[in-house]
């Protein structure tokens, strides 16, 4: 059993047949990291929103199951995710927007210990510097009493970070947490989560677009396009052996020379069949219907229809 | 001949205390054709040198020689504005959103004064077919483009009049990878054609070496270390750059850089130390890195770098 398990996630907006994440499904083991990483649009931030039971207005999950250690989050009324904050957590992509503008940091995170913890204002506040020390903040008790306006990006990113700990979550999802920061920060916030997962065990679902980063520190990989799950497994085997079109498309439009005046088209969601379809090399009939994800190797799954066993005799 | 030469430049914020020297002090030639990559971390001031470079702010001090012509008098300037173009980070802010592409791109022979519609309409086509968007981009509007359709519009626009520089600030930060690759290739694709030179200003190393001839590196509002592309990446001199280029996440899994990480931050440009101003983040400094700024020296293979440890 892993420590979180989800599966089958389908979200779509409210009146409209259309799907944004079709049967999305990964797993999270303790002290692992798993990567989500896609394009934009490819609905890895959705899925994680999913999950955490956060998502917007006008967008609902069809269906899905979430589960933390074998107990089903999943509200059976609302068909949502419900958990609380010592469960899962999240880090976003801006800090400073994530941040409440008008309260201390250090408050915001004794709130977060008042309300989830129930410790007295007096702890909460001990605690909070304490965290904050604990992120490597220089000064933590200064920095406490500082507005997130104050601190430079670096700097409220690691309060976010230490938001997301004071509960002790069993997992923490981080969406993009150093696209805005410059690389040498970026270095030290990475370096920063691989130590707290080493020293609490928790495990993470780190999600980025920047397959560098994922190289640097993730376990395994989920690779996302479309709202669909395209390919996953262990690091190594995802990078060094890639099996699925668009993880190969993907990896080499880092280092291929395309021919620039061909301009890039947009996912359509219209789709019934695979979303990779219009844009694959080796796209055929089957590829009209949606694939399952087909074992390649142990550990190694990918979502095409070249993996059947009788199509992959002869495919390219 | 360099087609840009800058010289000593400078460009100050505000007054007194509350002064913030953004540039200080920068040297830099870009010849025709050629590509000058300007890396460095946010608030380093490369934005703020290209903005300058264009003519979009005023220098506090320093010299800017386009073509063996110092920038004063008011003639040099119109032509110097016709030849020296800007592309701009995020594609849909842009531009207005309320101009058809075709609007957009007329505007700047326009405010040049072309007359002859049959000349800007057949100029529109050719730019166009450059960028890779055919004419039936002429009568859309910006929200009917993605993001890289719209960088490309944005790329149109900077060569209609035909300039000899264009000053790129983060072209491809805010697009996907994919979009990113292609992007590149249509700025080199477009140099190859018309010998057009590029400042490309970025945060982004590995996009900087795929486009850069040279590429110079800055910290706090002077340039560091400056040298051809591939001598920066294989075997960089300053410290500054070491350490820059050393946290930048790699896809090898086997052969692992040993990362060098920067303690704290850089420092307020308003409160700047005396000396180097990387001497706090700096594992080579030493007592005259604090009482004595270094120079930008050329070190005997031509290349250049700003610091006692390396220049001695």
Same mark, same amino acid.
């Given at each position: 059993?892993?420590?979180?398990?989800?599966?089958?996630?389908?979200?779509?907006?409210?009146?409209?047949?259309?799907?944004?994440?079709?049967?999305?499904?990964?797993?999270?083991?303790?002290?692992?990291?798993?990567?989500?990483?896609?394009?934009?649009?490819?609905?890895?931030?959705?899925?994680?929103?999913?999950?955490?039971?956060?998502?917007?207005?006008?967008?609902?999950?069809?269906?899905?199951?979430?589960?933390?250690?074998?107990?089903?989050?999943?509200?059976?009324?609302?068909?949502?995710?419900?958990?609380?904050?010592?469960?899962?957590?999240?880090?976003?992509?801006?800090?400073?927007?994530?941040?409440?503008?008008?309260?201390?940091?250090?408050?915001?995170?004794?709130?977060?210990?008042?309300?989830?913890?129930?410790?007295?204002?007096?702890?909460?506040?001990?605690?909070?510097?304490?965290?904050?020390?604990?992120?490597?903040?220089?000064?933590?008790?200064?920095?406490?009493?500082?507005?997130?306006?104050?601190?430079?990006?670096?700097?409220?990113?690691?309060?976010?970070?230490?938001?997301?700990?004071?509960?002790?979550?069993?997992?923490?999802?981080?969406?993009?947490?150093?696209?805005?920061?410059?690389?040498?920060?970026?270095?030290?916030?990475?370096?920063?989560?691989?130590?707290?997962?080493?020293?609490?065990?928790?495990?993470?679902?780190?999600?980025?677009?920047?397959?560098?980063?994922?190289?640097?520190?993730?376990?395994?990989?989920?690779?996302?396009?479309?709202?669909?799950?395209?390919?996953?497994?262990?690091?190594?085997?995802?990078?060094?052996?890639?099996?699925?079109?668009?993880?190969?498309?993907?990896?080499?439009?880092?280092?291929?020379?395309?021919?620039?005046?061909?301009?890039?088209?947009?996912?359509?969601?219209?789709?019934?069949?695979?979303?990779?379809?219009?844009?694959?090399?080796?796209?055929?009939?089957?590829?009209?219907?949606?694939?399952?994800?087909?074992?390649?190797?142990?550990?190694?799954?990918?979502?095409?229809?070249?993996?059947?066993?009788?199509?992959?005799?002869?495919?390219? | 001949?360099?087609?840009?030469?800058?010289?000593?430049?400078?460009?100050?914020?505000?007054?007194?205390?509350?002064?913030?020297?953004?540039?200080?002090?920068?040297?830099?030639?870009?010849?025709?054709?050629?590509?000058?990559?300007?890396?460095?971390?946010?608030?380093?001031?490369?934005?703020?040198?290209?903005?300058?470079?264009?003519?979009?702010?005023?220098?506090?001090?320093?010299? #800017?020689?386009?073509?063996?012509?110092?920038?004063?008098?008011?003639?040099?300037?119109?032509?110097?504005?016709?030849?020296?173009?800007?592309?701009?980070?995020?594609?849909?802010?842009?531009?207005?959103?309320?101009?058809?592409?075709?609007?957009?791109?007329?505007?700047?022979?326009?405010?040049?004064?072309?007359?002859?519609?049959?000349?800007?309409?057949?100029?529109?086509?050719?730019?166009?077919?450059?960028?890779?968007?055919?004419?039936?981009?002429?009568?859309?509007?910006?929200?009917?483009?993605?993001?890289?359709?719209?960088?490309?519009?944005?790329?149109?626009?900077?060569?209609?009049?035909?300039?000899?520089?264009?000053?790129?600030?983060?072209?491809?930060?805010?697009?996907?990878?994919?979009?990113?690759?292609?992007?590149?290739?249509?700025?080199?694709?477009?140099?190859?054609?018309?010998?057009?030179?590029?400042?490309? #200003?970025?945060?982004?190393?590995?996009?900087?070496?795929?486009?850069?001839?040279?590429?110079?590196?800055?910290?706090?509002?002077?340039?560091?270390?400056?040298?051809?592309?591939?001598?920066?990446?294989?075997?960089?001199?300053?410290?500054?750059?070491?350490?820059?280029?050393?946290?930048?996440?790699?896809?090898?899994?086997?052969?692992?850089?040993?990362?060098?990480?920067?303690?704290?931050?850089?420092?307020?440009?308003?409160?700047?130390?005396?000396?180097?101003?990387?001497?706090?983040?700096?594992?080579?400094?030493?007592?005259?890195?604090?009482?004595?700024?270094?120079?930008?020296?050329?070190?005997?293979?031509?290349?250049?770098?700003?610091?006692?440890?390396?220049?001695?």
């Amino acid at each position: 059993m892993s420590l979180l398990e989800v599966a089958d996630i389908t979200v779509g907006v409210k009146h409209n047949p259309q799907t944004l994440l079709r049967e999305v499904g990964l797993t999270v083991e303790p002290g692992e990291i798993m990567g989500l990483v896609g394009e934009s649009g490819s609905g890895k931030t959705m899925s994680s929103l999913a999950i955490m039971g956060l998502l917007p207005a006008g967008i609902e999950m069809r269906k899905g199951n979430v589960t933390l250690e074998g107990r089903d989050l999943v509200d059976p009324e609302t068909g949502e995710v419900s958990r609380t904050a010592s469960e899962m957590t999240m880090i976003f992509q801006h800090p400073r927007d994530a941040l409440n503008p008008t309260m201390r940091v250090g408050r915001q995170i004794a709130r977060v210990l008042e309300i989830n913890q129930d410790l007295p204002r007096s702890e909460a506040r001990n605690t909070a510097v304490d965290t904050l020390r604990h992120v490597g903040i220089p000064g933590a008790a200064r920095v406490a009493r500082a507005y997130p306006h104050q601190l430079s990006g670096g700097m409220c990113q690691r309060v976010m970070i230490a938001m997301a700990l004071a509960c002790k979550p069993r997992i923490l999802i981080a969406d993009e947490p150093t696209t805005a920061l410059d690389v040498t920060i970026q270095a030290q916030i990475f370096d920063l989560i691989k130590d707290l997962v080493a020293e609490t065990g928790c495990g993470v679902l780190f999600i980025t677009h920047d397959l560098g980063a994922i190289a640097e520190m993730c376990d395994r990989v989920t690779v996302m396009y479309g709202g669909q799950v395209m390919e996953t497994g262990t690091l190594r085997e995802v990078f060094t052996n890639p099996q699925h079109p668009y993880t190969k498309y993907l990896f080499d439009s880092v280092e291929r020379e395309v021919d620039p005046r061909v301009v890039e088209e947009d996912v359509n969601f219209a789709l019934m069949g695979c979303r990779f379809g219009h844009r694959c090399p080796s796209a055929f009939e089957a590829c009209g219907e949606f694939p399952p994800l087909y074992e390649v190797a142990e550990a190694h799954r990918s979502s095409c229809f070249l993996h059947r066993k009788e199509e992959s005799i002869g495919a390219p | 001949m360099a087609l840009l030469e800058v010289r000593d430049l400078h460009k100050t914020f505000g007054h007194g205390h509350n002064a913030v020297p953004a540039v200080r002090g920068v040297d830099l030639t870009i010849d025709h054709g050629e590509t000058l990559g300007l890396v460095g971390e946010s608030g380093c001031g490369k934005t703020t040198l290209g903005r300058v470079v264009v003519g979009l702010q005023e220098a506090t001090g320093g010299e #800017i020689i386009f073509d063996g012509e110092p920038l004063d008098g008011r003639l040099a300037r119109a032509e110097y504005r016709r030849r020296v173009q800007m592309v701009f980070q995020h594609p849909a802010q842009s531009l207005n959103r309320r101009m058809k592409i075709v609007t957009t791109l007329s505007e700047p022979l326009r405010l040049l004064k072309v007359a002859d519609p049959d000349e800007i309409d057949a100029r529109i086509d050719e730019v166009l077919q450059l960028v890779g968007l055919g004419p039936i981009y002429r009568p859309r509007r910006p929200r009917q483009l993605s993001g890289g359709q719209q960088q490309r519009v944005a790329i149109a626009r900077a060569l209609m009049p035909n300039p000899d520089l264009v000053v790129l600030d983060e072209p491809t930060s805010s697009l996907d990878q994919s979009v990113r690759g292609r992007i590149i290739a249509l700025l080199r694709s477009i140099q190859r054609e018309r010998d057009v030179a590029y400042l490309f #200003i970025s945060h982004d190393l590995s996009t900087v070496r795929r486009i850069a001839d040279r590429v110079a590196v800055m910290y706090l509002g002077r340039i560091v270390e400056m040298a051809p592309t591939e001598e920066i990446f294989e075997d960089p001199q300053h410290p500054y750059t070491k350490a820059l280029l050393s946290a930048v996440p790699t896809m090898d899994l086997d052969h692992r850089a040993q990362r060098i990480i920067l303690e704290g931050e850089t420092p307020s440009p308003t409160d700047l130390p005396t000396g180097c101003s990387f001497q706090d983040r700096c594992s080579l400094v030493h007592d005259r890195c604090r009482v004595e700024q270094p120079l930008l020296e050329s070190l005997p293979d031509g290349r250049m770098a700003e610091c006692f440890a390396v220049t001695a």
